[in-house]
T-cell receptor, first 113, second 116 residues
Framework: GNSVTQMEGPVTLSEEAFLTINCTYT??????LFWYVQYPGEGLQLLLK?????DKGSNKGFEATYRKETTSFHLEKGSVQVSDSAVYFC????????????FGKGTKLSVKP | GAVVSQHPSWVICKSGTSVKIECRSL??????MFWYRQFPKQSLMLMAT?????????EQGVEKDKFLINHASLTLSTLTVTSAHPEDSSFYIC????????????FGPGTRLLVL
């Protein structure tokens, strides 16, 4: 079946450090891939997405590239800020507009000043 | 934009009472809305999917008589937790799709329910 695997957290970084959160997926066919961010006590916000192989999603300095050959969608940011502290969820949607999101377990990021 | 609101943001109730949570799409019409449940430090668990004007589709293991979902209009869905018990305490999050052809889900801010 379809699934998403994220690196275990928590991840603790110093401000301005480079961030990578690994995400791999298992799916038959070609799902769309998403990164959502959840700040403490809040719901999820769409961070970025990619709908086909080799697409790069980007937003607020974050990037992720849809890699079909490695079934991965790793999240990266060159220089994190304290305000980036949150839980990050990788997700896939299979079935287009009729499909459901399948989430990874989430990775908590803490950025220290 | 694609703003989804939820009300209330938090609620405390006594065991045995029913609680209604509203989910609204503020600046778009939502053909499909979803209800999730999130336990502390865990991922989101899909409870049900609802389309405007039709019955909700519940995920396996979710009691439809306990978690009543109504999607009466293209901008409003409600989740009613009937006869709530302490084990129903959780963070409930809704999401919505803008239109039939779009797959992106836009999430509400969540409702924290505490049943005493």
């Amino acid at each position: 079946g379809n699934s998403v695997t994220q690196m275990e957290g928590p991840v603790t970084l110093s401000e301005e450090a480079f961030l990578t959160i690994n995400c791999t997926y298992t799916a038959t066919g070609y799902p769309s891939l998403f990164w959502y961010v959840q700040y403490p006590g809040e719901g999820l916000q769409l961070l970025l997405k990619a709908t086909k192989a080799d697409d790069k999603g980007s937003n607020k300095g974050f990037e992720a590239t849809y890699r079909k050959e490695t079934t991965s969608f790793h999240l990266e940011k060159g220089s994190v800020q304290v305000s980036d502290s949150a839980v990050y969820f990788c997700a896939l949607n299979y079935g287009g507009s009729q499909g459901n999101l399948i989430f990874g377990k989430g990775t908590k990021l803490s950025v220290k000043p | 934009g694609a703003v989804v609101s939820q009300h209330p943001s938090w609620v405390i109730c006594k065991s045995g009472t029913s609680v209604k949570i509203e989910c609204r799409s503020l600046d778009f019409q939502a053909t499909t809305m979803f209800w999730y449940r999130q336990f502390p430090k865990q991922s989101l668990m899909l409870m049900a999917t609802s389309n405007e004007g039709s019955k909700a589709t519940y995920e396996q293991g979710v009691e439809k008589d306990k978690f009543l979902i109504n999607h009466a209009s293209l901008t409003l869905s409600t989740l009613t937790v009937t006869s709530a018990h302490p084990e129903d305490s959780s963070f409930y999050i809704c999401s919505a799709r803008k239109q039939l052809a779009e797959e992106t889900q836009y999430f509400g801010p969540g409702t924290r329910l505490l049943v005493l």
